[in-house]
C-alpha cells in the first residue's frame, strides 16, 4: 500500500510538471522531490504527529530540496517546488469543509475548516522559511561570517 | 563587446521581460533577469519595475541619456520551461557567450516556439494527478479511474475555454461543477463508489500552484504589491473551484 502510494506520489510529480511544463530533463529531479517530502510526511503521521506538524515538516522539505536541486541545476526553485508540494495540498479537507457547509453542519465545517487553512498555512510557511533560511545560509557562507552577512 | 544603442536594448530587454513575466515567473527573477541583461548589452544603469500586470523599464547609457518604456502584460499562462531557457539566456549574455543580435534573435524564438505537450499529454497529465491523488486518499481502483477521467476531462475544459478568451476564473469553475457532475454521476450509477473521492481528485488540477509559490516568493523577497495581489489570485481561484463543487452538492442534497 505504501509502495502503490508512493509510486503514485512519483507520477503526481511528473504530471505537474508536464502540466506546468517544466523542462523535460528536469522531470524526474522535480518528482524524487515530491517523493521525499511526501515521505516526511507520512514518517510524521505513522509517528502520530499532528497533521498541520507533518505538512509544516514536509513542506520544509519541499522547499530545501528545491534550493539545493535550483542552486545545483542552475534553475528556478519554483520548477522543484510546485510538483514537490502539490501532493500535500488539503484537497480532501477542503472538500469535506464544503459538504459540510452545504448540508449545513455549520460548526463541523467550521472546525475543518479551520484545519484546511492551519495545514495550508502551514505549507506555506515552510515553503517561505525553508527559502528564508537558505538565503540566510548562502549570505552567511558568502559573507564569510555574520559581520559581513548583509553584503552579498 | 560594442554597446548597443539604448533603443536596441530596450526592445530586447522589455520582450524578455514579457515572456518572463506572462509565463510565470515570480516578480523578482523577472527585474533582476532585465537589469542584468540591459548591463550586458552595455547600458551603464538599468533599472526595472514589475507587477503582475505590467513591466517598466528605464535604460541609462554612458551619457547619461535615458530611455523608458512600459509593456502591459494581460493575458497569462504558465510555461516555466520558456522561464528557464530566458534564465539561461541571460547567463549566456552577462558572461559575454553570446552576442545582442544572436540574443535578439533566440528571445525571438522562445516567444514563438510552441514547447512543452500538446492537448492530450497535458490532459493524460491532469488525469495521472487527480488518480495519484485518489490512491493517496485509499481510492480502489474504478473510483482512481474515474478520478483519472473527471480530471482529464477538466483540462479538457481548460483548453475549450482558453480558446474563447473567457473571463478569469471561467475555466476553474467550469471544471470543478463538471468534476463535481462526474463524482456525482459516478456514484449514481455504481452506489458503492466514494463520490467525495472522485471529486476531490477532479478538482486537484485546478490548484493553483504558481500562484501559491509566487505569492510566497515574492512576499520574503520584498515586492509586497505582486505577493498581495498573487495571493489574491491564488485565494479567488480557490473560491471559484470551491463554489463549481458547492453547487453540484447543494443541487444534489
Known amino acids: ?41 507520512y514518517f510524521a503521521a505513522l509517528n502520530h504527529a499532528n497533521i498541520i506538524f507533518g505538512s509544516f515538516l514536509a513542506s520544509l522539505t519541499v522547499g530545501f530540496i528545491a534550493e539545493l536541486l535550483a542552486r545545483r541545476l542552475r534553475k528556478p526553485a519554483t520548477v522543484f517546488t510546485i510538483p514537490g508540494f502539490i501532493p500535500l495540498v488539503p484537497g480532501r479537507e477542503a472538500y469535506t469543509t464544503m459538504l459540510h457547509m452545504v448540508k449545513g453542519d455549520y460548526i463541523e465545517g ?27 545560509v548562502v549570505n552567511y557562507r558568502m559573507g564569510g561570517g555574520l559581520g559581513h552577512a548583509g553584503k552579498n | 563587446m560594442s554597446p548597443s544603442s539604448l533603443e536596441e536594448i530596450i526592445d530586447l530587454v522589455v520582450l524578455a521581460g514579457e515572456i518572463m513575466l506572462k509565463n510565470g515567473a515570480e516578480t523578482s527573477r523577472v527585474e533582476q533577469t532585465m537589469d542584468h541583461m540591459a548591463r550586458a548589452c552595455g547600458a551603464r ?63 525571438k524564438r522562445i516567444a514563438k516556439e510552441r514547447t512543452g505537450f500538446s492537448l492530450v499529454p497535458s490532459m493524460i497529465a491532469s488525469g495521472t494527478v ?17 478520478a483519472f477521467m473527471a480530471a482529464a476531462i477538466v483540462r479538457y ?32 450509477i455504481w452506489p458503492q463508489l466514494s463520490r467525495d473521492i472522485i471529486i476531490v481528485g477532479g478538482i ?50
Not at chain 2, 134 to 144: I, R
Not at chain 2, 172 to 179: H, K, M, P
Open chain 1, 1 to 41: 500500500m505504501v509502495l502503490l502510494k508512493i509510486t503514485a506520489v512519483f507520477f503526481m510529480g511528473m504530471a505537474v510538471g508536464v502540466m506546468y511544463r517544466i523542462p523535460r530533463q528536469l522531470l524526474l529531479a522535480a518528482s524524487m522531490a515530491g517523493v521525499s517530502a511526501w515521505l516526511v510526511f
Open chain 1, 110 to 136: 467550521l472546525a475543518l475548516g479551520m484545519q484546511t487553512l492551519l495545514i495550508a498555512g502551514a505549507i506555506a510557511f515552510g515553503i517561505f522559511l525553508s527559502a528564508t533560511i537558505y538565503r540566510l
Open chain 2, 45 to 107: 544603469y538599468a533599472e526595472s519595475f514589475v507587477i503582475p500586470t505590467g513591466v517598466f523599464v528605464t535604460v541609462t547609457d554612458g551619457d547619461g541619456r535615458s530611455l523608458t518604456t512600459m509593456r502591459r502584460v494581460r493575458d497569462r499562462t504558465i510555461n516555466l520551461d520558456r522561464i528557464a531557457k530566458i534564465n539561461e539566456l541571460s547567463r549566456r549574455l552577462v558572461d559575454s557567450r553570446i552576442d545582442y543580435q544572436d540574443a535578439f534573435a533566440i528571445l
Open chain 2, 130 to 146: 487527480g488518480a495519484g491523488f485518489a490512491v493517496l486518499q485509499n481510492g480502489s481502483a474504478a473510483e482512481v479511474l474515474i
Open chain 2, 157 to 188: 475544459i481548460a483548453h475549450v475555454v482558453s480558446r474563447l478568451h473567457g473571463v478569469r476564473f471561467t475555466y476553474e469553475f467550469l471544471g470543478s461543477i463538471t468534476a463535481g457532475l462526474i463524482g456525482v454521476a459516478a456514484c449514481y
Open chain 2, 204 to 253: 486537484l488540477p485546478l490548484v493553483p500552484g504558481v500562484a501559491i509559490t509566487n505569492a510566497i516568493s515574492d512576499t520574503i523577497a520584498g515586492d509586497l504589491l505582486s505577493g498581495i495581489s498573487r495571493g489574491l489570485e491564488a485565494a479567488l481561484t480557490s473560491v471559484a473551484v470551491a463554489m463549481g463543487v458547492v453547487i453540484v452538492l447543494a443541487l444534489q442534497l
